[in-house]
């Protein structure tokens, strides 16, 4: 066990400040996070150019370090050797918060293993920005991010959501997004969705509908900008052809046909239907 004082405690290390940066308006940076970016003694930054930009706006000099995917598992010790110095790091996404769908998750844990004091400010945030507008159920909602891009890997993904009552957020590109919708279509049903885009920015954009009604509306109003895909949960009446009249056994074969792993078919079926997993398990390989 560990208890963090994050203001009160005393630690002879520095403070790794997770910064929030704004997804669009730059009016949306908070007070405290300019000040903390200028106080702290480095900035980790997803991109150095896009981040100096910003950097610039607010009249921010702190030095920054690049810290991005390709290049978190090399520079994490590092970064620990400076705050184990004393040394106060901010770290920061292109946009939004950081850790959402990008490496801040792996230097959040390797300080935390440290002792080292993590402390996160709060500000914007793309999914549940575009939630609590969107009109379908704020909670519970279930985030993805970024949904699998190869459409079988995709199907598969939707299988096994299929009966989740949340409301889903997901990230997806515009050159992406119709294909998905028929994915979705052809998996949870003509459910309501809503798919926002350059969110907080000029072109700003709700579209809220069934599926087919986006479907039709994009076909004739191509999609450019940032987006998101919320979607309603199930209510119990979106299920598969033949969902009901499917045996547990019959139900893990056509998860496993559409592209799911046998022991996560199996798994999802024993959830969605109240069931014993090990049962489950056993009938479909037969074993007595």
């Known amino acids: 066990m560990q208890v963090q004082k994050s203001f009160k405690g005393q630690s002879f290390y520095g403070t790794l400040f997770l910064v929030p940066t704004p997804i669009g308006n730059l009016s949306d940076m908070t ?22 930009l910003l950097l610039k706006h607010f009249d ?6 690049s810290f991005h ?6 520079k994490i ?6 705050l184990k110095e004393g040394k106060s790091l901010a770290q920061v996404s292109d946009a939004g918060m950081p850790s959402i769908s990008d490496p801040g998750h792996d230097l959040v844990k390797a ?6 004091s993590v402390v996160a400010l709060p500000g914007a945030s793309a999914g549940i920005t575009a939630l609590i507008a969107s009109g379908l159920a704020p909670q519970p909602h279930i985030f993805y991010g970024f949904l699998p891009r190869k459409s079988g890997q995709q199907h598969a993904f939707f299988v096994e959501k299929l009966a989740y009552p949340e409301t889903q957020i ?10 998905t919708l028929k994915n979705m279509l052809d998996v ?8 926002v885009r350059e969110l907080t920015k000029l072109y700003e954009e709700y579209q809220r509908g069934a599926i087919t009604e986006l479907l039709a509306y994009l076909a004739e109003h191509p999609l450019k900008g940032e987006c998101l895909i919320i979607v309603s949960g199930n209510d119990g009446s979106a299920m598969v052809d033949n969902y009901e009249t499917l045996s547990p056994v019959e139900d893990v074969k056509r ?20 069931l014993n997993r090990q049962e489950i398990y056993n009938a479909f390989h037969e074993i007595s």
């Open 31 to 52: 007070y405290r996070a300019v000040e903390t970016l200028k106080s702290v003694d480095v900035i980790c930054a997803e991109d150095t150019r896009n981040t100096g």
């Open 60 to 65: 921010i000099e702190t030095r920054q370090i």
């Open 69 to 74: 995917e390709h290049n978190a598992f090399e």
């Open 77 to 82: 010790p590092d970064l620990i050797s400076l």
């Open 111 to 116: 300080a935390i293993s440290e002792d080292i």
């Open 170 to 179: 997901f990230y997806e590109s515009p050159y992406r997004v119709v294909s």
């Open 188 to 195: 949870y049903g003509d459910r309501q969705v809503v798919l």
């Open 255 to 274: 998860r496993i046909e559409a592209g799911v792993k046998p022991n996560q078919a199996i798994k999802a079926v024993a959830k969605e239907r109240g």
